[in-house]
Structure formats: C-alpha cells, structure tokens
C-alpha cells in the first residue's frame, strides 16, 4: 500500500424549488460516484419528508461502514490463508432525535460468515475484531460501531 494520499470524488444535482417552503420541496437528487457509470437516485428520510422508495444519505453512511468492514475482513482472511465461503451482513443504524445534535449514534454490523470446514473459528473471530479496526470508515466516523459475527462452518467443497 503506498503511502501517499487517496483522493475520493462524488457529484451530486439536485434542482427544483423551495419557494413553496419546507413542506413542498422534492428531496430527490442524484449522486456519482465516479468511475462507476450508474449514479444513486436518493431522497431524503421519509420522517424528513423524503420520497419512502427511495434510498438515503443515512443509508449510504450505513452501507459504507457494512461494506469497509467486510472488505477489510475478507483482505485480512486471504493474507491469513483463510477461506471465506461467504458473507453477508444485516446492519442497523440508530438516530435517536432527541439527542442532539441529530446525528447516529450507533451502528451495529451483524454479518454472518461461513469459512471451510476445518478452519479456526477463534481466529476467525480476531480476524473480525482486526478488519474492524483497519476498516477505513470505522476510523473516520465518531459514532459506535458494534460488530456481531456469525461464524459458521461450511462445506468444504460448497
């Protein structure tokens, strides 16, 4: 890994008209995130009168951190002679409103793993502690991030 220094880019437009005030503006507006040609289409929360079909800004945050944490874990288990069968994540953030200011408060990874047979859940298990603590996001955010694997065995040959 070089060690210089990483650079990320995004675009966002949005356009319409907040003339009709708070209640009436359309939160809808569109990220890239180069070099990927498809940008997101998001809005705002629905509790924020945000349009309920589509994705938002807290969602990315959320999916950011799922996503850093595994790709950290998966980079440490290959180095580590591990193999992964699969993983899969069902993260959850909380916002509480009345806790200011706004901001979430706590997130909790819950991924399930399943590693070859014969493999060391132990080592596993630190494994998921070191991706949480090399995962690029976890270490920018302030907010708690809580990580409960699942650890299974898998088929070896599956």
Known sequence: MSHGEHRYRTSLAWSGSTGGGYEEYDRTHRIALPPAADGLLLSADPAFRGNPELSNPEQLLLAAA????????????????????????????????????????????RPRIVVAAGSNLDRVRRIVDKGHEECYIANSVTTEITIQPTIELGDVHG
């Open 66 to 109: 799922s996503s850093c944490q595994m790709l950290s874990f998966l980079a440490i288990a290959a180095r580590s002679g591990i193999d992964v069968r699969s993983y899969a994540d069902d993260a959850e953030a909380v916002m509480p409103e009345d806790d200011l200011p706004v901001r979430i408060t706590r997130i909790t990874l």
